[in-house]
C-alpha cells in the first residue's frame, strides 16, 4: 500500500486554493474529485439560494474531506466574521468547526443541496430549500434531509402475503454547532436525528417486503416506520485539538459515525437492501443511551469507539431502559492513503464488538473496505465481512455475513445524464446472511442476494431510483426459495 505525503499535499493545496476566489461555487463530485465548478454547470437554484462565498459543500460520509472542502471551510470562517461571541467563544458560528479529514466527513453536512443537474437547472422546490439551508447554517445549524416515495413490488406473488408496497418516508440529521474558540480549536454542538415512515394500507414496523419474503435483510432499508416521528439520536458533542478528538453522550445512532463505506452507505443514492447500509452483524444501535469517542491522529489513520444500550425501541425514554444486561461495545480502526498501490484513494476498516445480552458475553470481528479502482476512475469496490459467536449474534441475528460490489459514478458520457454533470450512479452488490441461532426454526440457514440500483438526478434536489433485487433462500421462507423485488424511489435530498 503505496502512502503519499498528505501533510504536504495539504500545504501545497492550501496555498493553491487559498489564491481561489471566493466567487466560485465548488462540485463535491461524490467526494472524491471536487473542484471549481464550470460556470454553465451551476444550477440556477444554487446560485439563487446561495451566494458562493457563503458556500460550505456537501460531504461524504467515509470521504475524507478533500484539502479543497476543508480550505472552503476555512476561508468561509474568516470571511465570516461571527459577531456574536462570550469571552473566547464565538456562539452559533456561521461555518463548521474544524476537524480532521475522516472526521469531518462524518461530523460536517455543509449547506448545500442544490446539485448540478442537466435536465433542470432551477425549480421553486430546489431554489426555497437551499434558502432555508444557507439561513439556518448562518446560525450554525447545518442538516441533510431526505423525504421520498417507495414503492416495491414482490413478484413472482408470494400467496396468502402482500405483495405490494407503497410508503412516504421522512429523515432529518445533522449538527447544530454550539459555539467554538477563537481559534477555532475547540467546540461544542448538538447532534439530531429525527424519522418518519408511513406505509400505505400497511405498518412499516410490522410489514414490508421482509415480512412478506421472510429474508433477514430488509430490502426497503429506507422504511422508517414507527409511532410517529421518532428520534434515533439526541446528543451534545465536543471537539478538541483542532478536530483531532470528538466525544458525544447521549441517545445515539452509532450508525451514522462507524462502519461508513462511500460506496455502500445508507439508502439515500446507495444499494437499498439493508445488508449494503451497514454490516449486518454489526450491532450498531440506534436510540439507545450511550457514549462515543473519534480520534484521528494523522491523515491517515483514525479510531472510533462506542457503547450503548442494546434494549430500547422507537420513542421511549433511553434512561428507562439502561441496563448492564443489554449493552454494546463497538469499536473500529481506519487506515486511509490517498494511493493504494496506484489504484488510488482507499480505506480498510477493522471493527470489533463485545456484546451483553440477556445477561450473557459475546464477541464478534468485522472488516470494512473501499477502494476506487483507478486512479482517475469513478469506479469503485466496496466489501464488509463479519462473524459473532452465538452469544452476540443474539443481538443481531446474524452470526456471519459478507457483502461487495461496484459503484460507477458519473458512469457513462462526460456531459448529461450519467456525467459528473448530472450527479448520476450505477450500483451492483452482492450479500450472503448465515442466521444466528435466535432465529431459528428457519427454512434456509444462509440467504442470497443480488442487487443492481440506478441513480438519476432530475432536478438540483430530486432523483429517481429504479432498482432490481433477487433474494435467493429467505432465511424464514415458508413456500418459496428465492424471489425478485423491483423497486422504484422518488428522493427528495435538501
Known amino acids: 500500500m503505496k502512502t503519499r505525503s498528505i501533510g504536504a499535499l495539504l500545504i501545497t493545496a492550501a496555498a493553491a486554493v487559498a489564491q481561489e476566489p471566493l ?98 437547472q432551477c425549480d421553486p422546490i430546489s431554489t426555497g430549500a437551499q434558502r432555508v439551508k444557507k439561513i439556518l447554517s448562518d446560525y450554525g445549524l447545518q442538516y441533510n434531509a431526505v423525504a421520498s416515495y417507495n414503492y416495491a413490488r414482490i413478484a413472482p406473488s408470494i400467496r396468502g402475503k402482500r405483495n ?18 477563537r481559534n477555532n480549536a475547540h467546540s461544542i454542538f448538538l447532534s439530531f436525528e429525527a424519522d418518519l415512515g408511513l406505509g400505505v394500507n400497511f405498518n412499516q414496523r410490522r410489514g414490508g417486503v421482509q415480512s412478506s419474503l421472510g429474508s433477514l435483510s430488509q430490502p426497503q432499508s429506507s422504511l422508517r416506520g414507527g409511532n410517529g416521528v421518532f428520534l434515533p439520536e439526541l446528543a451534545l458533542g465536543f471537539s478538541a485539538f483542532d478536530g483531532q478528538w470528538v466525544g458525544m453522550v447521549g441517545t445515539l445512532d452509532v450508525s451514522n459515525y462507524l462502519d461508513q463505506n462511500a460506496y455502500a452507505g445508507s439508502w439515500h443514492g446507495n444499494l437499498t437492501n439493508s445488508a449494503f447500509g451497514s454490516n449486518p452483524c454489526l450491532p450498531l444501535e440506534w436510540g439507545n443511551w450511550g457514549y462515543m469517542t473519534a480520534w484521528q491522529p494523522s491523515e491517515n489513520f483514525y479510531a472510533m469507539y462506542a457503547t450503548t444500550g442494546s434494549n430500547g425501541g422507537i420513542n421511549r425514554n433511553p434512561f428507562r431502559y439502561i441496563s448492564r444486561d443489554y449493552w454494546v461495545h463497538v469499536g473500529e480502526i481506519g487506515f486511509i492513503s490517498d494511493d493504494v498501490w496506484g489504484m488510488g484513494p482507499g480505506t480498510y476498516r477493522l471493527q470489533y464488538t463485545i456484546t451483553r445480552h440477556d445477561g450473557a458475553t459475546g464477541d464478534g470481528v468485522a472488516c470494512n473496505i473501499q477502494q476506487q479502482l483507478g486512479h482517475n476512475s469513478r469506479l469503485g469496490f466496496f466489501t464488509r465481512c463479519g462473524y459473532l459467536d452465538s452469544d452476540a449474534s443474539a443481538v443481531t441475528g446474524v452470526r456471519a455475513a459478507a457483502t461487495a460490489g461496484l459503484v460507477l459514478q458519473a458512469p457513462f458520457t462526460s456531459s448529461g445524464w450519467g456525467s459528473q454533470q448530472n450527479n448520476d ?70
Not at 405490494?164 to 474558540?181: H, I, V, Y
Not at 433474494?471 to 425478485?484: K, T, W
Open 425 to 494: 450512479q450505477v450500483g451492483f452488490g452482492f450479500l450472503w446472511q448465515r442466521a444466528g441461532g435466535t432465529e431459528k426454526p428457519y427454512a434456509h440457514k444462509d440467504e442470497y442476494g443480488l442487487e443492481l440500483t440506478a441513480v438519476v438526478q432530475l432536478t438540483p434536489t430530486f432523483y429517481l431510483q429504479p432498482d432490481i433485487q433477487y433474494i435467493f433462500n429467505p432465511v424464514h421462507a415458508e413456500s418459496r426459495d428465492h424471489a425478485v423485488v423491483l423497486q422504484l424511489q422518488g428522493v427528495f435530498a435538501f
Open 164 to 181: 405490494n408496497f407503497s410508503a412516504f418516508n421522512f429523515q432529518a440529521a445533522g449538527k447544530w454547532f454550539l459555539a467554538r474558540t
Open 23 to 120: 466567487s466560485q461555487y465548488l462540485d463535491t463530485a461524490f467526494g472524491w474529485l471536487p473542484g471549481m465548478m464550470p460556470e454553465q454547470t451551476v444550477p440556477a437554484s444554487l446560485r439563487q439560494g446561495m451566494p458562493p462565498e457563503h458556500q460550505q459543500s456537501r460531504r461524504y460520509g467515509g470521504v475524507p474531506t478533500s484539502v479543497s472542502l476543508l480550505e472552503q471551510s476555512n476561508r468561509r470562517a474568516a470571511a465570516a466574521g461571527d459577531s456574536l461571541t462570550w469571552g473566547n467563544w464565538q456562539l452559533f458560528p456561521s461555518s463548521a468547526p474544524r476537524f480532521m479529514p475522516y472526521l469531518d466527513s462524518v461530523f460536517v453536512p455543509g449547506n448545500t443541496c442544490a446539485e448540478p443537474c442537466t435536465f433542470v
